[in-house]
């Protein structure tokens, strides 16, 4: 399975809609890596408003695809994070303190603008 | 109601399996969104590590009854190498494998009641209870 990624001016935005399993998380991490380089975008929203779990191998993947994209130049926004995936992701112990997150996508887009003109 | 259901861990994809299966167990038995969640990501922790660290083994559930209270057991069995240092294993931040060494600390902070029993060499039994509040 392969999440698409949409491609909008100068950024990307992800919609992820599925239940994740360990594959399609990596498979997500090189297929970013490589469009952030093609497209050469300076931001990218990724949306989790569909995601109902979030354990310690897909946070690990999604703070590396954060890390990866950052040194490539793009800034990552995370959106739609659910309460009770917010929940569940302070008591594995995963603060994600440094990850600039809003609402959702729209919140994002506003947000990336705001993080890139600083 | 009682059930006993399980799901064997062979393949990555058992994990998805396993925690979807979990989450509709809990829903059935009336846990809350948020309870849901912790569940299946318990679920997930587990069967990661029987399928990483044994190869195989087997995620089971259960409904157990207390005098007034009801919760969800799952049992994570497995005959890989076994946990030397169980004290160890539970330090948040502990990986053998790269990873963010966030399970095991986490599933113990998830759940409400929490127990490995390891030997090494034999394999490793993970109990961990939730029960409905
Ligand atoms: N079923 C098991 N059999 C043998 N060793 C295990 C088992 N489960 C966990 N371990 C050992 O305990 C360590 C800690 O496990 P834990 O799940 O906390 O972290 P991790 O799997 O290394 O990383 P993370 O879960 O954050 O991705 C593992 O690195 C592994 O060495
Ligand atoms: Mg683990």
């Known amino acids: 399975m392969r999440i698409p990624i949409l491609k909008l001016h100068n950024y990307l935005l992800v919609s992820i809609q ?19 380089h093609k497209s050469g975008a ?24 954060i890390t990866m994209s950052d040194l490539m130049g793009a ?9 009770a995936v917010a929940m569940t992701l302070i008591d594995l112990g995963i603060h994600m303190q440094d990850v600039p997150t809003a609402l959702d996508l729209e919140q994002g887009l506003i947000k990336l603008r705001q993080e890139l003109e600083e | 109601m009682n059930f006993q ?57 259960e409904i157990v009854e207390d005098i007034n209270k009801k919760g969800l057991k799952i049992v994570a069995a497995d005959e890989g190498p076994g946990i030397l ?23 113990k902070r998830l759940m409400d009641d929490f127990d490995i029993d390891s030997v090494q060499g034999e394999g490793t039994v993970i109990t961990t209870i939730k029960w409905v509040r």
């Open chain 2, 85 to 107: 240092d169980i004290s160890q294993v539970m330090e948040d931040g502990f990986s053998t494998s790269g990873g963010l060494g966030a399970g095991l600390p986490g599933v």
């Open chain 1, 18 to 36: 599925i239940d994740l399993d360990d594959q399609t998380a990596i498979q997500f991490q090189e297929d970013l890596l490589s469009k952030i």
């Open chain 2, 5 to 61: 259901s399980g799901v064997h861990i062979k393949k990555e994809w058992d994990i998805v399996g396993a925690r979807q299966l979990g989450r509709n167990r809990a829903k059935e038995l009336g846990f809350g969104t948020v309870d849901q969640a912790r569940i299946a990501t318990a679920i997930s922790e587990l069967a990661r590590n029987i399928y990483l660290y044994a190869g195989t083994g087997r995620v089971s559930f």
């Open chain 1, 75 to 83: 800034k990552v926004v995370l959106t739609g994070i659910q309460p």
């Open chain 1, 42 to 65: 300076t931001g990218v929203v990724i949306d989790l408003t569909s995601v109902d779990i979030i354990d310690s191998f897909i946070a690990k993947v999604l703070g590396d695809v």
